[in-house]
Every structure is written in structure tokens, then in C-alpha cells.
């Protein structure tokens, strides 16, 4: 059960959209880098907006968009 909540979990973070701002309605990892270093430096927002951002923050950093990309593909929102 712990397996499929991170399952679950990583999927929603994958299809998450920023929900104000400039970038309002794109998905987190297509967020530029500096915006979410400039998030990181004034404060995420509160709750799972900001610690999605820091997370996608982390990933973007290690180079692993194309798997974030890779599952936004291979499991479209339904």
C-alpha cells in the first residue's frame, strides 16, 4: 500500500500546474530553473504548492527531466 501512495504521489507532482503567476497553467517542470531558485531564496508558498516546487527544484537540478517528461506521457491525467 506505502508503494502505491508514492506512486500516486509522484504522479501528482508530475501533472501539477503552477496556479498563479507568469507561468500560471504550465506544469511544474517546465518552470525555468531561476524561477524556482528565485522561490527557493524568497520562500515557496505554503503547503503542496511550495513543496512540490522544491522537490521539482531538486529533480531539474540532478538532470532528471526526461523522466518527469517520460511519465507525463506514459501516464496521461484521465
Do not use: N
Request: hydrophobic share 40%; aromatic share 12%; charged share 25%.
Amino acid at each position: 500500500m506505502y508503494m502505491l501512495h508514492d506512486k500516486q504521489k509522484l504522479l501528482e507532482l508530475v501533472h501539477y500546474k503552477m496556479p498563479f503567476g507568469k507561468y500560471k497553467g504550465r506544469y511544474l517542470v517546465d518552470l525555468p530553473i531561476a524561477y524556482l531558485v528565485w522561490f527557493r531564496q524568497k520562500g515557496y508558498p505554503p503547503g503542496k504548492l511550495g513543496a512540490h516546487m522544491q522537490t521539482m527544484l531538486d529533480i531539474k537540478s540532478d538532470g532528471l527531466e526526461p523522466m518527469i517528461k517520460k511519465l507525463q506521457k506514459e501516464f496521461p491525467i484521465e
